[in-house]
């Protein structure tokens, strides 16, 4: 198996001269929810999905813990959770800054950095979006039989197109039939109508 991706060209800021910049990504084949994981775990294992998934809400519920308590998290062979902070300039009072936590930074232990360094990656030429709406719904859905579900993003690399094309293509495909919506705000995903 292999990684596959797709080379953009990065805009230059503002029309600077200079060599093209180019930037690769990732093309995204679906996502492992809770359900799968647990699945592969238990087949890999001896123990059961219901108890995979209680070890996991366990470990999330361990990673907040810890974090809520001032302390970093560390797995030998997964990697590094610390918080993320983020600071905003206070409106009322500009000599004090307000902090708060945006989020979890996670890094990469080195032994799996090293593990993702030997994956194959496979090479994607970017397509021109199609104009006609018929092809385009054709293509959806032979893309759907091969990947079972679409994301705004993962039609906007398929299909070349921006985020905001694509939110407006999977919007009509749903209108028409043809796909159901899934999932809410940014977890949203796509599914053939008939597979629901």
Same mark, same amino acid.
């Given at each position: 198996? @292999?990684?596959?991706?797709?080379?953009?060209?990065?805009?230059?800021? &503002?029309?600077?001269?200079? @060599?093209?910049?180019?930037?690769?990504?990732?093309?995204?084949?679906?996502?492992?929810?809770?359900?799968?994981?647990?699945?592969?775990?238990?087949? +890999?294992?001896?123990?059961?999905?219901?108890?995979?998934?209680?070890?996991? #809400?366990?470990? @999330?519920?361990?990673?907040?813990?810890? !974090?809520? %308590?001032?302390?970093?998290?560390? !797995? #030998? %062979?997964?990697?590094?959770?610390?918080?993320?902070?983020?600071?905003?300039? &206070?409106?009322?009072?500009? &000599?004090?800054?307000?902090?708060?936590?945006?989020?979890?930074?996670?890094?990469?232990?080195?032994?799996?950095?090293?593990?993702?360094?030997?994956?194959?990656?496979?090479?994607?030429?970017?397509?021109?979006?199609?104009? %006609?709406?018929?092809?385009?719904? &054709?293509?959806?859905?032979?893309?759907?039989? %091969?990947?079972?579900?679409?994301?705004?993003?993962?039609?906007?690399?398929?299909?070349?197109?921006?985020?905001? +094309?694509?939110?407006? #293509?999977?919007?009509?495909?749903?209108?028409?039939?043809?796909? @159901?919506?899934?999932?809410?705000?940014?977890?949203?995903?796509?599914?053939?109508?008939?597979?629901?």
């Amino acid at each position: 198996m @292999a990684i596959k991706f797709k080379v953009y060209s990065t805009p230059k800021p &503002n029309g600077r001269a200079g @060599a093209k910049l180019t930037h690769a990504r990732a093309i995204s084949r679906g996502t492992y929810n809770l359900e799968k994981v647990c699945r592969l775990i238990s087949e +890999r294992s001896a123990v059961s999905s219901a108890e995979v998934k209680s070890v996991l #809400d366990s470990f @999330a519920w361990v990673i907040e813990l810890a !974090l809520e %308590d001032g302390c970093h998290v560390e !797995l #030998d %062979d997964l990697g590094y959770f610390s918080p993320s902070l983020k600071t905003v300039l &206070n409106k009322k009072n500009e &000599n004090r800054n307000m902090v708060y936590v945006d989020g979890i930074n996670y890094r990469c232990s080195t032994s799996l950095r090293e593990k993702l360094r030997a994956i194959d990656l496979e090479y994607v030429k970017v397509k021109k979006k199609s104009e %006609d709406w018929e092809t385009r719904r &054709n293509e959806l859905v032979k893309y759907m039989e %091969d990947w079972e579900s679409v994301t705004p993003r993962t039609y906007a690399e398929a299909f070349g197109c921006s985020r905001y +094309r694509a939110t407006l #293509d999977l919007q009509r495909f749903v209108e028409e039939g043809v796909l @159901a919506k899934v999932g809410y705000r940014n977890k949203v995903m796509y599914l053939l109508a008939n597979n629901e």
